[in-house]
């Protein structure tokens, strides 16, 4: 276990519609990144939040938005659903220390957009 | 832009057989490599992490090798087991700029040990 929670497991919604997946960090981790994971393929990188501020976004479009919350934990918002963003949602918590950051995963959501 | 690439896409084996995963990497401008377990439909769980100034890792039946310089990474499994099965991700942290600690991931190796 990694400390790292995520709700909800699995999600349902249709084309057009909004979400929002929410993320728990490990006890004292100042970083939270979000990964999009298609079946079939590895993680790709959405975006990153340290201390509450977008710190590297990956190539997603802005309707992908996210939040860090003076607690740590995150939210990620899609918007304008379409069928290609049905995947497993993955949230990593880290602390940024001298020493670098490892990155613990979460369990994921997993989002299908009928 | 960094890219990685993770062969075999697939791999099946006999219990009791070692075996290597290979994970190459374009950039070697790294801070660190680390690789990964996903069982179907779960989160990812750390096995290993190299830091770029490391060349090697060793956790139980794993090993892992850095060759930063041609870009290589390998990942030695010992005395396969049917709970071995899963697929194993490779992930690179590119090191410092607007890439900030993102990791890039290879598709993965999808492995199965049959008893």
């Known amino acids: 276990e990694t400390g790292v929670t995520q709700s909800p497991t699995h999600l349902i919604k249709t084309r057009g519609q909004q979400v929002t997946l929410r993320c728990s960090s490990q006890?004292?981790?100042?970083?939270v990144s979000w990964y999009q994971q298609a079946l079939g393929q590895g993680p790709q990188f959405i975006f990153q939040?340290?201390?509450?501020?977008?710190?590297g976004r990956g190539n997603f479009p802005p309707r992908f938005s996210g939040l860090q919350f003076p607690n740590y934990s995150s939210e990620l918002n899609v918007n304008a659903l379409e069928l290609d963003d049905s995947a497993l949602y993955l949230c990593?918590?880290?602390?940024?220390?001298?020493?670098?950051?490892?990155?613990?995963f979460g369990p994921g959501t997993r989002l299908t957009v009928l | 832009k960094q890219e990685v690439t993770q062969i075999p896409a697939a791999l099946s084996v006999p219990e009791g057989e070692n075996l290597v995963l290979n994970c190459s990497f374009t950039?070697?401008?790294?801070?660190?490599l680390q690789w990964f377990r996903q069982d179907p439909g779960k989160g990812l769980t750390s096995l290993l992490l190299?830091?770029?100034?490391?060349r090697e890792q060793t956790s139980g039946r794993l090993n892992a090798s850095l060759d930063k310089s041609s870009g290589r990474s390998t990942l030695y499994i010992a005395a396969s087991q049917p709970g071995d099965s899963a697929t194993y991700l490779c992930?690179?942290?590119?090191?410092?700029?607007?890439?900030?600690?993102?990791?890039?991931f290879g598709e993965g190796t999808q492995l199965t040990v049959n008893p």
């Open positions: 990593a918590s880290s602390a940024r220390t001298s020493g670098g950051d490892t990155q613990y």
């Open positions: 006890s004292g981790h100042n970083t």
């Open positions: 950039d070697s401008a790294i801070y660190n």
């Open positions: 939040y340290y201390r509450e501020e977008e710190n």
């Open positions: 992930a690179v942290r590119s090191a410092g700029g607007a890439s900030g600690s993102r990791l890039t």
């Open positions: 190299i830091q770029s100034s490391q």
